[in-house]
């Protein structure tokens, strides 16, 4: 009614609308990064010096997940890591827990206190095997250092949980990563099998590249490459498709505020 309506906050708002787009690719077999960012895993730390622990809430992630993964069947989940720095290509950061940066060993006791018990919890339910971190993207040769260190600290405090990067298979990040999400071109089916052998998996995806002759999601490609990218992943022995993002629009690198891309104008927006 217009008055319900009216009395709707604009995070309820928000809310019932990401919940359509949930039930949207739940009917489509498509599991999002996350099913929770309203139901977030609630982390605070409690006490003094040595004797400060963590102390988690998951009263509200678990009926989350409840509904999402046991009941429509979402089969991979983004966890997000407090205190886990990050970064791209283009810049990196160093995470912070209660003052203390990462690297420092007050951080490190914190942050395996904290991640500890989320693996226990996760494996306790049965979504353990559903989750991923995804702390780094696209890393180039620079960043390979910076991006094994962080992904020791995530195994150390967390063996049982998969680390995703989004780099093909290269000599020094090897043993640091369960999930390989390259680009597609960056795959032979020679590649996958070798990866697979070794107890991880491959994922692939299309970014602003490749250009054909690659099967890609771009407009101005036949509609049927979409159809063709599952089979090819079937062929090559992928096991997962990510799409960057299904609804991004104008970015506040290029475009800062009070600027906004002009789909009208510009079709990459």
Sequence with gaps: SINRYHSLTNREQQQLVYD?????????RISPYS???YDLIRVQFRGNGPDKRAQLDFSQFDQAAARWLDTHKFNSFRLPLQGMGGGTFQSRHLGELEGFKEGTPEHARLFQDYLQQVEQHL???GWLDQAYTYWFDEPDPKDYAFVVEGMKRIRAAAPGLKRLLTEQPDP?????????CGLTPEWTPEKVRARRDAGEEVWWYICCAPKAPYVTEFIDHPGTELRLWPWQSWQYGVQGLLIWTTTYWTSPLVFPEPRVQDPRQDAMS
């Design 35 to 37: 099913f929770f960012p």
């Design 20 to 28: 359509k787009y949930l039930n949207n690719f739940a009917a489509h």
């Design 123 to 125: 494996r306790e339910r």
């Design 172 to 180: 020094a990040l090897l043993g640091q990563v369960e999930i390989w």
